[in-house]
């Protein structure tokens, strides 16, 4: 059975930096493709990040380029998002999901299992 649970998220003032984690267990992590969303209140999931299941390609919404960095772990069987200069408006709930297969997509329903969160919130 898929297991995903998310940790890392907090309190933190603009301009901080957060790191999430995602501890994967029961599938061959190795195997499939990772991706971060956020949901803010209100708003429909957002794909932040995403990366192959080797790690030679990666994913950036416009609004975190620069300041986010997906990474994996595929011998601890870890999705690693870093989040530096945060903003007010990556306040969100934070998932890991898995993609299909080795390859990522940008579609939400292309991640058939996802973790139930880490909250982020930025503010002064």
């Known amino acids: 059975q898929d297991r995903l649970v998310e940790s890392g998220g907090g309190l933190v003032q603009p301009g901080g930096s957060l790191r999430l984690s995602c501890a994967a267990s029961?599938?061959?992590?190795?195997?499939?493709?990772m991706g971060w969303f956020r949901r803010a209140p209100g708003k429909a999931s957002e794909l932040v990040a995403a990366?192959?299941?080797?790690?030679?390609?990666?994913y950036y919404t416009d609004s975190v380029k620069g300041r986010f960095t997906i990474a994996r772990d595929n011998d601890l069987n870890t999705l690693y998002l870093e989040m530096k200069d945060l903003k007010p408006e990556d306040t969100a709930l934070y998932s890991c999901?898995?993609?299909?297969?080795?390859?990522?997509?940008?579609?939400?329903?292309?991640?058939?299992?996802w973790g139930q969160g880490t909250q982020v919130t930025v503010t002064s």
């Open positions: 999901a898995i993609g299909h297969g080795p390859l990522f997509s940008l579609a939400p329903h292309s991640y058939p299992a």
């Open positions: 029961g599938f061959n992590f190795d195997l499939y493709s």
């Open positions: 990366s192959t299941s080797n790690a030679d390609n990666s």
